[in-house]
């Protein structure tokens, strides 16, 4: 009997989680607005772990001992945590994981000792930006630990450079992209250009998790090698299958499992692949009630739930939902090179829960 995905996945999130709250690096950040800030997101407010998590499968997977990837498990937890630090000042979201975002924690603090609002918002503003800056920092230390632990140097520094390079820059161009699109005429877009977008913005980091993992369990740096081909164009399709159900649980899911409001993609007018399918198949009143609230940061709630209802009434959702569905079929298609195994299993069950998932 195939054991419970989520207490796998609790493992994992725990040993990644204890690794990183050890007191060997808490002692490190200074001064306190900095060490609160590392951790806020780190410390009671833990996500899922799904991409350490995943690492970790992928390690296991290939015939590795999936304990020697904890580093780099807790490097990528971290890695993807300034991303989000850094997300929440461009999209100006003040909550993240049911409480203050960064910046917004610390413009508050700032209130509380006196600032004047506009010193307070760039006070939060430069926090979070430090805080990005120190973990993206931390995350390459974490890899470089990978050689004590007795991973080949040459390995280390490759997934060093992969991730400092490859998945830096292929992200920071899917974030860039999806600011862009926000202020783009629906017209000139199309689903391929939205699919790239979402690809680089989160499936390469899910494509990195799956690489590293095989690299880190065969001790290899070789990205030709079968297995670590199959595993990472695994991982990042589900990557992609990832995004498209974050996108559809924007406008559907519950605010609280969210953790930030439910519609905050369509008052930013985001280009998501919803709202493309919805607009280029809306009629002429339903294309007029759509525009008139997408990018609008004052819509209420009741506005946005009427532009809900017409997304439903489009097919939007299931159109979303099928193509998210596709994306995890074709990726458990390049896994079935990988010798069957309990953690084999891990990355099947894995794959169905990225769109399964309601948080």
Known sequence: MKKSLEIELAKRSNQVYEYIRDDRYQKRFFPEDVH???????????????RPAVMMFSC???GGDETTAIPAAAAIEIYHTWTLVHDDIIDQDAQRRGGYAVHE?????????????QEAVRYGTAIAILT????????????????????????????????????????????????????????ALDEDLIIEMMRRKTGALYEFAGKAGAM?????????????????????????????QD????????????????????????????MYHALTNADAAQKRYLYGVLGRESASDEEIREAVDIIRELGSIEH????????????MEYIKNVPESEYKDLLLMWASYMIRRDF
């Open 247 to 274: 996108d559809i649980l924007g406008v559907i899911g519950n605010a609280e499992k969210l953790g930030k409001p439910v519609g905050s993609d369509i008052r930013e007018g985001k280009r998501t692949l919803l």
């Open 60 to 62: 296991g997977a290939v």
């Open 105 to 117: 924690e610390f413009r508050r603090r700032a209130v509380d000792r006196g600032y004047r609002d």
């Open 216 to 244: 880190i369990g065969l001790n290899i740096k070789d990205e030709e090698n079968e297995l670590i081909h199959s595993i990472s164009c695994f991982t990042g399709r589900c990557g992609t299958a990832f995004q498209l």
């Open 320 to 331: 979303t939902e099928a193509l998210a569905d596709r994306y995890v079929t074709e990726a």
């Open 36 to 50: 609160d800030s590392v951790y806020l997101y780190l410390s009671g407010r833990q996500g899922k772990a799904l």
């Open 132 to 187: 990005g800056d120190v973990q993206q920092g931390w995350a390459v230390s974490m890899v470089a630990e990978l050689a004590e632990l007795g991973v080949d140097p040459g390995v280390v520094l490759h997934l060093i450079k992969l991730m400092e390079m490859d998945v830096t820059l292929t992200l920071l161009a899917g974030q860039a992209l999806d600011v862009q699109y926000s202020k783009t005429p629906i017209e």
